[in-house]
Each structure stands twice: as structure tokens, then as C-alpha cells.
């Protein structure tokens, strides 16, 4: 699992970047009820997620992104350079209050979370275009659906053209250009991002094959749908295969997609192939379940 790297992997990472306030619920609060309850402040945004769990696991990360110059901003770049990564390409927006999400974490450690997408949603195609050179300089450049259609076209276009693979983690569920996916070379939805990707229905195995194949019909070649606590399903030009699911005792699987994103990222940059990567990628993520929080949950190299 833990093999050494054949060359340090270099990833393009852009995305959100927030503070992620997490609570501990008992059960998702109804109208009207107040619970008094454990508490964590934390970073986080799936861009920022990604980032970190790629610098943690050896790559060698540019991150593109947006914070407000609030207090959590500051903190957010400070915590971004103490991970390694190259933070050249993250603006400060004035005026603006940092991306925020409030994170509810039930027993069973599943979540559901509010963001507040603050300067996240202010990225434009300027801000893209003067990171070409990093974009240009990856192995990989991994996207999510946090920032606005626009400026992920923009990344994934100059990707495209130098040649570079590009990755999609459509997370979370919301709409966007279609037209993007056509620039994609490898698609990572979990079930329900599936669902709404491809307006079907995602239950069962045979579901996610099925809307797996049509995903494949609208560009993406390689496809992973992460499936939680039992594994991921790869469909490629090889055909499909079932990753098993690992058995942890999940705390918090929030940052989970991200941790896998990430993971499978690195691991394509490092030369090993989709199946190999997802089955890593599962490994990697089943450890931040166990942890509490986002970055805080997430693996380094020697962890695993
Ligand atoms: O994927 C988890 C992330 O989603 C959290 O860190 C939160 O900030 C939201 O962006």
C-alpha cells in the first residue's frame, strides 16, 4: 500500500476554500429544536480538501482558489503554505467574508452540510488564465462544482489543450454546463451526484452500472462511483469492476469524497492505473471516516 513514489506527482488543484464549522449531533435537528452539543473549527472547502489530502500524500500541489480578508481568510493561505502548497494562485477577495460551512455530524457519522459560498463563487476566467503556467506544469489537474462553471471550463480547456489529464469531482449535486464534461477525462460522482448527473435512478448495483454507461455516453472515458462504506465501481474501456468497500468505524465522513478524489489523483500522476488507484483511493478515504472533521481527518503517506 504504501509504495514509493516513482517521481513526486504534480497536481493543479482549484476549487473552494472555507472554515468549516462542525457539530455533533445527535440526530439532524427538526424545526424548533435547539441541541446543546461538541464543537470544531476546522478548514475546509472541497478545492482547499483536495489540496491538502494531495500535499499530505506526497504530491506536489498548485492550489487555485478564493478567500475573503475576514478573519478566516489569513488562516486559511497560513494553514494552505503549512501543508507545502504552492499558494500563489489563491486571491483574497476585499470586503468579502470566507467561504463557510456548517457541517452537522450525526452518531452513525453521516452528515449534511449549509455552505456559504462567499468568494468561492467569485472565481473568473482572469483569475485562471494567470495560473496557465501551473496548469500547464501538472501531471494532473483535479476540479469540483464549488466554483462557477465559467472559470472550470477555462481550467479544464487550457488542460486539455497542453495535453494534461483532467478530473472531475461533480460535488455537490448543483447544476452546471454540461458542455464541461466533454473536456473531462475522468469523472469521480459518488451515487447521488450520479443521479443527478443522469436524471436516473442510483440504488442498487445494476443502477450504478447502468447510469455509470450513460455518464460514459456524455465524454468522460474513465469513470469511479464512489459508493461509501461499500466501495467504489470503475468503468473504463476495459470494461467495469467493483472495488470492495473497507471496514471502518466511521466517526465523520465528511471530506470522505474529497480525501478519495484526492487520492486518486495522486496515484494516476504517480503512473499506477484506474483500478490500482481506486482501490488505494478507498483505502486512503477509509481512514478519514475514522477522524473527525475534513483536513483534520485526512491521512498522511506514513498513516496509511
Ligand atoms: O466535502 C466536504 C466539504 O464540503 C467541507 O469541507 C465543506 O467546506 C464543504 O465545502
Redesign the pocket.
Known sequence: VNQPMKSTPRLFVAG?A?V?LTFRVTAMPRPGVTEVCPYALGF???GA?QAVQAARLGADVSFLGKVGDDLFGPAIVDALKREGINIEHVRTASGALT?T?V?LVERSGQNS?V?HGGPNVTMTRADVRGAERAILAADAVLVTL?VPGKPLTEILRIARRGGIRTILNP??PVDFPHALLKLVDLCLPNESELAALTGMRVRTLADVKRAAESLRKLAPRQIIVTRGDRGALVLDDQGCASIPGQSVEAVDT??A??SFSAAVAVALAEGRDLRAAAHWANQVAAISVTRSG??SSFPRRGDL
Open positions: 473552494s472555507n468549516d475546509g472547502g472541497k480538501n467561504g460551512a457541517i452540510i455552505t464549488e460535488a455537490p465528511s471530506g469524497g474529497d475534513t483536513q
